[in-house]
Protein backbone atom coordinates (compact mmCIF):
# COMPACT_ATOMS: atom_id res chain seq x y z
CA UNK A 1 0.00 0.00 0.00
CA UNK A 2 1.35 3.04 -0.88
CA UNK A 3 0.54 6.51 0.97
CA UNK A 4 -0.69 9.89 -1.17
CA UNK A 5 2.36 12.26 -1.42
CA UNK A 6 2.22 14.76 0.74
CA UNK A 7 3.77 17.90 -1.24
CA UNK A 8 5.78 20.41 0.58
CA UNK A 9 3.77 23.78 0.23
CA UNK A 10 6.03 27.00 0.13
CA UNK A 11 8.97 24.97 -1.08
CA UNK A 12 10.43 25.47 -4.99
CA UNK A 13 13.40 23.68 -6.21
CA UNK A 14 15.48 24.61 -9.66
CA UNK A 15 18.11 23.41 -11.86
CA UNK A 16 19.84 26.06 -14.11
CA UNK A 17 21.19 24.07 -16.52
CA UNK A 18 24.01 26.84 -17.15
CA UNK A 19 24.96 26.84 -13.70
CA UNK A 20 28.61 25.54 -12.60
CA UNK A 21 28.76 21.93 -12.17
CA UNK A 22 28.80 22.69 -8.68
CA UNK A 23 25.81 24.01 -8.20
CA UNK A 24 22.94 21.05 -7.70
CA UNK A 25 20.29 24.19 -7.74
CA UNK A 26 18.21 26.48 -6.25
CA UNK A 27 16.10 26.37 -3.12
CA UNK A 28 13.30 28.90 -3.17
CA UNK A 29 11.09 29.13 0.18
CA UNK A 30 7.68 31.03 0.34
CA UNK A 31 7.76 32.19 4.36
CA UNK A 32 4.45 31.97 4.97
CA UNK A 33 3.05 28.96 3.31
CA UNK A 34 6.78 26.81 4.47
CA UNK A 35 6.20 27.98 8.15
CA UNK A 36 2.25 26.70 7.91
CA UNK A 37 3.52 23.79 6.24
CA UNK A 38 6.22 23.04 8.61
CA UNK A 39 4.15 23.55 11.86
CA UNK A 40 1.78 20.97 10.35
CA UNK A 41 3.65 18.52 9.87
CA UNK A 42 7.02 18.47 12.38
CA UNK A 43 7.64 15.06 14.40
CA UNK A 44 10.19 15.43 17.56
CA UNK A 45 11.07 19.06 15.72
CA UNK A 46 11.96 18.00 12.34
CA UNK A 47 10.49 17.59 9.19
CA UNK A 48 11.96 15.72 6.50
CA UNK A 49 11.65 16.22 3.11
CA UNK A 50 12.69 14.24 -0.20
CA UNK A 51 13.68 16.46 -3.65
CA UNK A 52 12.42 13.95 -6.43
CA UNK A 53 11.77 14.52 -10.01
CA UNK A 54 8.76 14.28 -11.91
CA UNK A 55 8.31 12.32 -15.56
CA UNK A 56 8.16 15.56 -17.36
CA UNK A 57 11.63 16.56 -15.26
CA UNK A 58 10.79 19.39 -13.46
CA UNK A 59 11.87 19.15 -9.59
CA UNK A 60 9.53 19.12 -6.36
CA UNK A 61 9.59 18.42 -2.27
CA UNK A 62 7.97 15.75 -0.81
CA UNK A 63 7.47 14.88 2.93
CA UNK A 64 9.03 11.97 3.72
CA UNK A 65 6.44 9.83 5.99
CA UNK A 66 8.86 6.96 6.16
CA UNK A 67 8.81 5.81 10.38
CA UNK A 68 11.01 2.70 11.42
CA UNK A 69 8.71 -0.61 12.22
CA UNK A 70 9.09 -1.20 15.89
CA UNK A 71 9.49 -4.60 17.50
CA UNK A 72 12.55 -5.63 16.81
CA UNK A 73 13.75 -5.00 20.40
CA UNK A 74 15.75 -1.92 19.15
CA UNK A 75 14.97 1.53 20.07
CA UNK A 76 14.78 4.37 17.21
CA UNK A 77 17.69 6.70 17.24
CA UNK A 78 17.84 9.66 19.44
CA UNK A 79 17.31 12.46 16.56
CA UNK A 80 15.16 11.60 14.21
CA UNK A 81 17.78 14.32 11.95
CA UNK A 82 19.25 12.07 9.06
CA UNK A 83 22.10 13.98 8.64
CA UNK A 84 23.31 13.76 12.89
CA UNK A 85 25.18 10.37 13.52
CA UNK A 86 25.33 9.45 17.18
CA UNK A 87 26.87 6.68 18.87
CA UNK A 88 24.79 3.99 20.79
CA UNK A 89 24.83 5.96 23.54
CA UNK A 90 23.23 9.02 21.67
CA UNK A 91 26.22 11.38 21.58
CA UNK A 92 28.05 12.47 18.52
CA UNK A 93 30.48 10.45 17.00
CA UNK A 94 33.32 13.05 17.17
Not at 24 to 48: C, H
Amino acid sequence: MQNDKIFAQGFSFKKNPNSPEFVVGKQSIKVDEAVAFLQANQKNGWVNLDVKQAKNGNFYMELDTWEPKGGNGQSAPASNNPFVATTPGGDLPF
